[in-house]
């Protein structure tokens, strides 16, 4: 048996006619037993009437319908002269072009994100994707090996040591701290200077030139490059590592944080005397 | 060429069925512009529309709910208007039945009202525009559709773009709002005091 609250709550879709069968006659059942709620519903009925029949009804001006009409008329002229296989191809190329040049929001923002996605992607896969190193001392004798053909560019061609102290400075401010040491043989002459990268760290690089031979000199900043695997040798109290590619002669060693790589066709001997005499 | 004439026969039969409710599109421009050129200009230009988009039309759809669509979008675009739904700022059961329970007291305590409840209505008359004209555009649309032009709630879903539950529930806050407004205006008149 239904409530009057239920009757009420549904009075509104019941006067809209917008119940189903089903509901309508419960509700209608309802209505004819209780006296409350018919007059409720027929108050509210009335009311629904009142408004529709007290609401002015306007008639449609006839020079409306007569402006309608002839504007239609106008549109179906202009839409039949158009229709012309010539200008339907006019129509056709303008509205190419618009097309193309759409400013539309969702169009601009994916003609500027998928370019920068792409590059991002393509910088991504090919400056920071973990990939394996060639072995360092291919990659020094290597470098070394252009050095000595002239190949490499340098970006400081000095022979002023302070001017390469402040080169690499400079270059603190992109995480390269270096050290350059002090060269105490004589024998020995700066050329030149450039920020390059060691197996995967920024390493500064200098160009030597000794009394015969052009050497390179490698320093890597707080690296904590395994060099452990190479073979390894004591002189004058320092562990020096070392290797030999495409003859050239690699020494490496530690110094505190750093890592130093001299190359050269000097046999090793005399890179390690080069390093324990000019390199403190 | 007969498959043509065809077509065009179809679309001056459209053409007509869409100038069948004119007068129910010119009633609700009336009420939404408020005055008589403007719905005019918003009734033509809606009719352009119509014409110019009349292969958009899903046949056996709505056709009367597509042109009051048009209409509303015409006006909203071209009066600027935004149609929103006012924030309540309260709301309770009581006032449900709002002009009824205060008829209803008045009667009570006021022989001189005699016949039943509904003869009351003849105090109303003109109030009756003016309290529709009075509402907020968003209620005052749905009274428009559902108790003048007698749309269904599923017409009007699809007029204004809310769901059927949105449709109701404003629709029921509207006819709040204008009850409270016609009570006013029996008030104002003096014909019914409240004691």
């Given at each position: 048996?239904m409530i ?11 006067l809209?006619?917008e119940?189903?069968v089903g509901?309508?006659?419960e ?5 004819d ?7 409720k519903?027929e108050?509210?009925?009335a009311l629904k ?18 402006s ?10 202009e839409?039949n002269?158009?229709?012309t ?6 129509r056709?190329r303008i ?18 994100l998928l370019?920068m ?9 090919s400056?920071?994707r ?9 990659v ?11 190949n ?6 000095s022979?002023?040591?302070n001017?390469?102290r ?24 700066l ?12 390493s ?15 320093i890597?900043n707080?690296?904590?490059?395994n060099i ?16 030999k ?9 530690r ?5 130093y790589?001299l ?18 | 060429?007969?498959e043509?004439a065809?077509?065009?026969?179809k679309t001056?039969?459209?053409e ?5 409710h004119i ?7 009336m ?15 809606t ?5 110019r ?10 056709l009367?709910a597509?042109?009051?669509k048009?209409l509303r979008?015409?006006?909203?675009n071209?009066f ?31 022989d001189?009202l005699s016949?039943?409840?509904t003869?009351?209505?003849?105090f109303f008359e003109?109030?009756?525009t003016n ?11 749905v ?7 007698e749309?269904?709630y ?17 629709l ?7 009850q409270?407004?016609?009570w006013?205006?029996?008030n ?8």
């Amino acid at each position: 048996m239904m409530i009057c609250k239920e009757a009420i709550e549904h009075l509104h879709e019941f006067l809209d006619n917008e119940l189903d069968v089903g509901n309508y006659s419960e509700i209608k059942q309802h209505i004819d037993m209780c006296h409350n709620c018919c007059e409720k519903f027929e108050f509210e009925q009335a009311l629904k009437k009142i408004i529709k029949d007290k609401t002015p009804h306007y008639k449609t001006p006839q020079h409306l319908l007569q402006s309608i009409a002839s504007r239609w008329a106008e549109m179906d002229e202009e839409y039949n002269r158009t229709e012309t296989p010539a200008l339907e191809l006019k129509r056709w190329r303008i509205r190419g072009i618009y097309d193309f040049f759409t400013l539309r929001p969702a169009y601009v923002t994916v003609a500027v994100l998928l370019p920068m996605t792409i590059i991002g992607l393509a910088a991504y896969l090919s400056f920071f994707r973990p990939a394996e190193f060639p072995p360092i001392v291919k990659v020094a004798a290597e470098r070394h090996d252009s050095f000595v053909n002239d190949n490499m560019r340098l970006d400081l061609v000095s022979s002023d040591r302070n001017e390469i102290r402040r080169h690499f400075e400079n270059l603190q401010r992109s995480n390269l701290a270096i050290d350059i040491p002090e060269f105490n043989g004589r024998e020995m002459k700066l050329l030149g200077c450039k920020n390059s990268s060691l197996a995967g760290e920024k390493s500064a690089y200098v160009g030597l030139s000794g009394n015969h031979n052009k050497i390179s000199l490698e320093i890597v900043n707080g690296s904590g490059m395994n060099i452990n695997k190479l073979n390894h040798e004591l002189f004058k109290g320092r562990l020096y590592y070392f290797g030999k590619h495409k003859g050239y002669n690699v020494v490496l060693w530690r110094h505190g944080n750093t890592l130093y790589s001299l190359t050269s066709t000097m046999n090793r001997r005399d890179l390690m005397r080069v390093a324990s005499e000019s390199i403190p | 060429m007969g498959e043509s004439a065809g077509r065009e026969d179809k679309t001056r039969e459209f053409e007509s069925a869409a100038l069948e409710h004119i007068d129910s599109l010119f009633n609700v421009g009336m009420r939404m512009t408020g005055n008589r050129e403007a719905a005019e200009d918003l009734v033509q230009e809606t009719y352009l529309k119509v014409h110019r988009f009349s292969h958009t039309f899903k046949e056996g759809s709505n056709l009367k709910a597509w042109l009051f669509k048009i209409l509303r979008n015409t006006f909203i675009n071209t009066f600027r208007k935004k149609i929103r739904e006012p924030k309540e700022i309260h709301y309770n059961d009581a006032e449900d039945l709002y002009l009824f329970n205060k008829i209803k007291t008045v009667k009570e305590s006021d022989d001189h009202l005699s016949g039943g409840i509904t003869n009351v209505y003849e105090f109303f008359e003109d109030e009756v525009t003016n309290a529709i004209n009075k509402l907020p555009l968003a209620f005052k649309e749905v009274v428009l559709y559902s108790d003048i032009e007698e749309l269904s709630y599923e017409e009007i879903s699809e007029i204004i773009g809310c769901p059927i539950g949105t449709v109701k529930s404003r629709l029921f806050r509207a006819r709040r709002l204008l009850q409270k407004s016609l009570w006013n205006y029996a008030n104002e008149r003096g014909y019914l005091k409240e004691k």
